[in-house]
């Protein structure tokens, strides 16, 4: 069956210090993967996406996550955490097959202390 | 470009009375998803057009809920009884060429049903 796990629910960090969210997928064909971030009362935007090639991808706020398909991982990483990260943080999968169906994990909520 | 635009952003109705809720997706997009999002269940897609037709419409919950895009710049979910459970942000997001593209989501509808 597809799925996405994010095993954190809740994550706390400092700010200025180094983050990671986790998120681990289920699919059968090569997926293409994508980080959206959802601030309190608002839509969801995205973050970054991997559909092939460099393995690394950067994004927009700082952020960048690792594709590892020997894990079936696609981490979320920010060397810096500031005050405005904090909010919800999806990850999502999708065919690259044809479907458009997004499938969406439970969410991890990042609080940043001061 | 205005985003994806949703309306009402908040709708609060009693047990019973229909709900309808707005769509209008960016300009251009030839995709339209419509999602719901409570804490239980996460982020759960319930249909997506292409060109105005429903293409999947699996994850409707029930036939009191139903979709519609009468065109290119408008779509409007219905729910005919509405019931408590029902309670949850709806959000509506579009993209242009599905897959692989990004969806870009609108700000939700918060609805409460009581």
């Known amino acids: 069956a597809q799925s996405v796990t994010q095993p954190d629910i809740h994550i706390t960090v400092s700010e200025g210090a180094s983050l990671e969210l986790r998120c681990n997928y289920s699919?059968?064909?090569?997926?293409?993967l994508f980080w959206y971030v959802q601030s309190p009362g608002q839509g969801l935007q995205l973050l970054l996406k991997?559909?092939?090639?460099?393995?690394l991808v950067q994004g927009i706020k700082g952020f960048e996550a690792e594709f590892k398909r020997s894990q079936s991982s696609f981490n979320l990483r920010k060397p810096s955490v500031h005050w405005s990260d904090a909010a919800e943080y999806f990850c999502?999968?999708?065919?690259?097959?044809?479907?458009?169906?997004?499938?969406f994990g439970t969410g991890t909520r990042l609080k940043v202390l001061a | 470009d205005a985003g994806v635009i949703q309306s009402p952003r908040h709708e609060v109705t009693e047990m019973g009375q229909e709900v309808t809720l707005r769509c209008k997706p960016i300009?251009?997009?030839?995709?339209l998803f419509w999602y719901r999002q409570t804490m239980m269940r996460g982020l759960e897609l319930l249909i997506y057009?292409?060109?105005?037709?429903?293409?999947?419409d699996s994850g409707m919950p029930e036939d009191r809920f139903s979709a519609k895009m009468p065109n290119a710049s408008f779509s409007t979910l219905k729910i005919q009884p509405s019931e408590p459970r029902d309670s949850a942000v709806y959000f509506c997001?579009?993209?242009?060429?599905?897959?692989?593209?990004?969806?870009?989501f609108g700000p939700g509808t918060r609805l409460l049903v009581l």
């Open positions: 991997y559909f092939s090639g460099d393995t």
């Open positions: 300009s251009g997009h030839d995709y």
């Open positions: 999502a999968v999708a065919g690259a097959s044809g479907t458009y169906k997004y499938i």
């Open positions: 699919y059968g064909a090569t997926p293409y």
């Open positions: 997001a579009s993209t242009l060429g599905g897959g692989a593209g990004t969806q870009y």
């Open positions: 057009f292409n060109n105005n037709v429903p293409i999947d």
